[in-house]
T-cell receptor
Framework: AQSVTQLGSHVSVSEGALVLLRCNYSSSVPPYLFWYVQYPNQGLQLLLKYTSAATLVKGINGFEAEFKKSETSFHLTKPSAHMSDAAEYFCAVTQTTSGTYKYIFGTGTRLKVLA | EPEVTQTPSHQVTQMGQEVILRCVPISNHLYFYWYRQILGQKVEFLVSFYNNEISEKSEIFDDQFSVERPDGSNFTLKIRSTKLEDSAMYFC????????????FGPGTRLTVT
């Protein structure tokens, strides 16, 4: 079975500092990986996705993630944090059975940006 | 830009009552999903739906749960007899198909069972 581990349930960074949110996956087949962001009292918004094309994936709001098969990782980064980045971030891997792709989510990382 | 919508945004119900959560997926999508997120926990898959039938369901999705696509636009989740532990945020998602992979999520319905 596939799974996702997000290290660090809470991460704090200063405004302007590098953001690094960690995601490791477990999969016996090539995975498809996603990062979603959830702002308070809102739904899940897709930040970026990896679907076996380029290993460095660029997403919205200046975020990017690199798929590293050797490390089974898909960490999310942003060079310079902005106050508006404060939110919860979820990493997800798809698992396909019966022709549909259900998502397996990590436990989430709450990002706090300090002024 | 097309989006997934859900109603109501917040539902309060008493234990044992039936609730129906409604979703309008993106119009040309063919795959539909329900997920839930208990407060402070991760998002969990409940059920996927394609071609008017359930494709897959999790162990959470027991006989108290059902899904339906009653017309060409709505996708509903019914909980027959709610329990306290059903209190959660319920997200609907839709996707255009496995080849596109990504799912688009609605804003969620917060269900509170008292």
């Amino acid at each position: 079975a596939q799974s996702v581990t997000q290290l660090g349930s809470h991460v704090s960074v200063s405004e302007g500092a590098l953001v690094l949110l960690r995601c490791n996956y477990s999969s016996s087949v090539p995975p498809y990986l996603f990062w979603y962001v959830q702002y308070p009292n809102q739904g899940l918004q897709l930040l970026l996705k990896y679907t076996s094309a380029a290993t460095l994936v660029k997403g919205i709001n200046g975020f990017e993630a690199e798929f590293k098969k050797s490390e089974t990782s898909f960490h999310l980064t942003k060079p310079s944090a902005h106050m508006s980045d404060a939110a919860e971030y979820f990493c997800a891997v798809t698992q396909t059975t019966s022709g549909t792709y259900k998502y397996i989510f990590g436990t989430g990382t709450r990002l706090k940006v300090l002024a | 830009e097309p989006e997934v919508t859900q109603t109501p945004s917040h539902q309060v119900t008493q234990m044992g009552q039936e609730v129906i959560l409604r979703c309008v997926p993106i119009s040309n999508h063919l795959y539909f999903y329900w997920y839930r997120q208990i407060l402070g926990q991760k998002v969990e898959f409940l059920v996927s739906f394609y071609n008017n039938e359930i494709s897959e369901k999790s162990e959470i999705f027991d006989d108290q749960f059902s899904v339906e696509r009653p017309d060409g636009s709505n996708f509903t989740l019914k909980i027959r007899s709610t329990k306290l532990e059903d209190s959660a945020m319920y997200f609907c998602a839709s996707g255009s198909g496995p080849l596109r992979h990504e799912q688009y999520f609605g804003p969620g319905t917060r269900l509170t069972v008292t």
